[in-house]
């Protein structure tokens, strides 16, 4: 199994300012992903964090609201960018082995935005 | 497009009662089947997994699910929950392409009471 930690944990912000989540994974991994899980609602796949080159987004985000970082095979950050109140919700960080391996996840970053 | 869709908003059991979580998904090629749980509080926990082989599969806690590939199905069971099974439960399917994540259903909420 992969273990993959985050930081910050929580935050609570201000409209109109960026936050950045870093999620740190103890091995190297293939595949590192980003999600959202707004309050009472299942996992939304933000995008694929590919390494040494541009993330993967899926239909409903872009690259200038939730850009992502993937320097090397054990670390990726997600920035939220000119947040608002409905980017209130809790951000995960997954990642795994190879395309057909299991998926871990990070205890996930609660953001809160005023 | 592929969607996993979970038939159980909530479900609210006595100790001791049988449990059975619906799961069905749509997706026409080879699938890695998941169920996740999220106990309140905590982060996501892989509670078990269907790669191939015995479509019966068991994962911790004593639950077990069994994939039927003819009803794209794969529904979760246990046979006498306690109290501390209380928690929301997520079915995920990954599709064997390259680079793909895991689709996520809207989750079951298990409620126990003792």
């Known amino acids: 199994s992969a273990v993959i930690s985050q930081k910050p944990s929580r935050d609570i912000c201000q409209r109109g300012t960026s936050l950045t989540i870093q999620c740190q994974v103890d091995?190297?991994?293939?595949?590192m992903f980003w999600y959202r899980q707004q309050p009472g609602q299942s996992l939304t796949l933000i995008a694929t964090a590919n390494q040494g080159s541009e993330a993967t987004y899926e239909s409903g985000f872009v690259i200038d609201k939730f850009p992502i970082s993937r320097p090397n095979l054990t670390f990726s950050t997600l920035t939220v960018s000119n947040m608002s109140p409905e980017d209130s919700s809790i951000y995960l960080c997954?990642?795994?082995?190879?395309?057909?391996?299991?998926?871990?996840f990070g205890p996930g970053t609660r953001l809160t935005v005023l | 497009a592929q969607s996993v869709s979970q038939h159980n908003h909530h479900v609210i059991l006595s100790e001791a009662a049988s449990l059975e979580l619906g799961c069905n998904y749509s997706?026409?090629?080879?699938?890695?089947l998941f169920w996740y749980v999220q106990y309140p509080g905590q982060h996501l926990q892989l509670l078990l997994k269907?790669?191939?082989?015995?479509?019966l599969v068991k994962g911790i806690k004593g639950f077990e699910a069994e994939f039927i590939k003819s009803k794209f199905s794969f529904n979760l069971r246990k046979p006498s929950v306690q109290w501390s099974d209380t928690a929301e439960y997520f079915c995920a399917v990954k599709p064997h392409q390259a680079g793909t994540a895991l689709i996520f259903g809207k989750g079951t909420t298990l409620s126990v009471s003792s």
């Open positions: 997954s990642a795994g082995r190879d395309s057909t391996d299991t998926q871990y």
């Open positions: 269907y790669f191939s082989g015995d479509p």
């Open positions: 091995s190297q991994v293939t595949m």
């Open positions: 997706y026409g090629g080879t699938v890695n």
